[in-house]
């Protein structure tokens, strides 16, 4: 029975953690319950990086119900000073009786010492209770402290026959209007949007979230080798969020002086001829990006995918057929010869989304 409990009150606390998600920044998302006696008398959940902690706000809640309390807790108490105080040691000082955890932190340098610090003190610590959704939730977090370098999710829409435009380039709309609804989520929940250059000269897209919701706006990030974004795009000229522009060490300085003149910043990431991508993500990385949504056409899509620097893909497919020779595709590469090395994807998510289908996972590779 006890155990049926803790999955309960951690699947609160989860949920409340997950509606923090896209307001953290690179920070995890993390929710806490304190429960007393059958009773909820704490809640709270970490809304904004450098404030109150999840167990701050629910212990603040639960005042003088602290002492005793059994306190569920998505990630690993803190146990180190940073932007805030570390919970492990209000958590002592609370007295309370058991601390139940999700997930133990991550980072190498601080992983476990939360809990240790707890059980020296004599309090009852059980880890491990709903961990696999609770990593799933901040997947993102786990990826960037232990790598340094975004999470990225590949999201595309393709028609019946896996294209992505016409044989005009026409591509509005191919998906409907609930999956575009959930791409604005999506993007929210990610701190740089990512598109290649092609993609901004053929559709002059604003890469805004357009959701009336508080959090911190996406970047949004150009891949242009040879700085070929268009003064006049809506992406230079809005100033809506900033734009950062990845280049190589080679393309025009006169040309990025136009774009800087904009409020554009460029990033060099190596010598050309095209840009080094796994350098462009560890240079956004040293930015503090910690998760990108990509919304590339085929050519970056495929380029991602051939370096194997994607983490999670969602398609989205219409019950449309387009045809043509050579319209594009969702992904453009030499490709494999043999099924058999072919990317496959894991832990699959599919869901109807009004008329279409939405397929995601995770890409794994071929040995």
């Given at each position: 029975?006890?155990?049926?409990?803790?999955?309960?009150?951690?699947?609160?606390?989860?949920?409340?953690?997950?509606?923090?998600?896209?307001?953290?920044?690179?920070?995890?998302?993390?929710?806490?319950?304190?429960?007393?006696?059958?009773?909820?008398?704490?809640?709270?959940?970490?809304?904004?990086?450098?404030?109150?902690?999840?167990?701050?706000?629910?212990?603040n809640?639960?005042?003088?119900?602290?002492?005793?309390?059994?306190?569920?807790?998505?990630?690993?108490?803190?146990?180190?000073?940073?932007?805030?105080?570390?919970?492990?040691?209000?958590?002592?000082?609370?007295?309370?009786?058991?601390?139940?955890v999700?997930?133990?932190?991550?980072n190498p340098?601080?992983?476990?010492?939360?809990?240790?610090?707890?059980?020296q003190?004599g309090?009852?610590?059980?880890?491990?209770?709903?961990?696999?959704?609770?990593?799933?939730?901040?997947?993102?977090?786990?990826?960037?402290?232990?790598?340094?370098?975004?999470?990225?999710?590949?999201?595309t829409?393709?028609?019946?026959?896996?294209?992505?435009?016409?044989?005009?380039?026409?591509?509005?709309?191919?998906?409907?209007?609930?999956?575009?609804?959930?791409?604005?989520?999506?993007?929210?929940?990610?701190?740089?949007?990512?598109?290649?250059?092609?993609?901004?000269?053929?559709?002059?897209?604003?890469?805004?979230?357009?959701?009336?919701?508080?959090?911190?706006?996406?970047?949004?990030?150009?891949?242009?080798?040879?700085?070929?974004?268009?003064?006049g795009?809506?992406?230079?000229?809005?100033?809506?969020?900033?734009?950062?522009?990845?280049?190589?060490?080679?393309?025009?300085?006169?040309?990025?002086?136009?774009?800087e003149?904009?409020?554009?910043?460029?990033?060099?990431?190596?010598?050309?001829?095209?840009?080094?991508?796994?350098?462009?993500?560890?240079k956004?990385?040293?930015r503090?990006?910690?998760?990108?949504?990509?919304?590339?056409?085929?050519?970056?899509?495929g380029?991602?995918?051939?370096?194997?620097?994607?983490?999670?893909?969602l398609?989205?497919?219409?019950?449309?057929?387009?045809?043509?020779?050579?319209?594009?595709?969702?992904?453009?590469f030499?490709?494999?010869?043999?099924?058999?090395?072919?990317?496959?994807?894991?832990?699959?998510?599919?869901?109807?989304?009004?008329?279409?289908?939405?397929?995601?996972?995770?890409?794994?590779?071929?040995?």
């Amino acid at each position: 029975m006890e155990m049926i409990n803790d999955e309960f009150y951690m699947a609160l606390a989860l949920d409340m953690a997950e509606r923090a998600q896209g307001q953290t920044g690179i920070n995890p998302v993390v929710g806490c319950v304190v429960v007393k006696e059958g009773r909820i008398v704490g809640l709270g959940s970490h809304l904004k990086r450098g404030t109150g902690h999840a167990e701050v706000h629910a212990l603040n809640m639960a005042g003088s119900d602290a002492e005793g309390s059994t306190v569920y807790v998505t990630l690993e108490p803190c146990s180190h000073y940073g932007k805030t105080p570390p919970c492990s040691e209000r958590l002592i000082h609370e007295k309370v009786k058991r601390v139940i955890v999700c997930c133990e932190d991550p980072n190498p340098q601080v992983s476990g010492r939360g809990i240790s610090m707890l059980r020296q003190q004599g309090i009852e610590v059980e880890v491990g209770v709903l961990r696999e959704r609770g990593r799933r939730m901040n997947e993102k977090f786990i990826k960037y402290i232990t790598t340094g370098l975004p999470f990225v999710t590949l999201k595309t829409a393709t028609t019946l026959d896996g294209k992505i435009a016409t044989r005009s380039g026409d591509s509005k709309w191919i998906s409907n209007e609930p999956a575009r609804e959930i791409v604005h989520a999506l993007r929210h929940r990610h701190q740089g949007i990512m598109v290649g250059v092609e993609t901004v000269i053929a559709d002059n897209p604003e890469l805004t979230t357009r959701l009336q919701v508080e959090g911190i706006s996406p970047v949004r990030i150009v891949v242009d080798s040879k700085l070929r974004l268009p003064v006049g795009s809506k992406m230079v000229k809005d100033g809506l969020v900033p734009t950062w522009v990845l280049t190589t060490d080679e393309a025009s300085t006169e040309a990025a002086e136009r774009l800087e003149a904009y409020g554009v910043e460029i990033i060099r990431c190596g010598p050309g001829p095209r840009v080094d991508l796994l350098n462009a993500l560890s240079k956004l990385g040293e930015r503090e990006i910690g998760s990108i949504l990509l919304e590339g056409g085929g050519t970056l899509n495929g380029a991602m995918l051939e370096a194997r620097l994607v983490d999670r893909l969602l398609m989205f497919i219409a019950p449309k057929i387009v045809g043509g020779y050579d319209t594009p595709g969702s992904f453009r590469f030499e490709g494999v010869e043999r099924m058999s090395q072919a990317i496959q994807l894991h832990q699959l998510e599919i869901e109807q989304v009004g008329d279409n289908i939405s397929i995601g996972g995770i890409p794994v590779w071929p040995e």
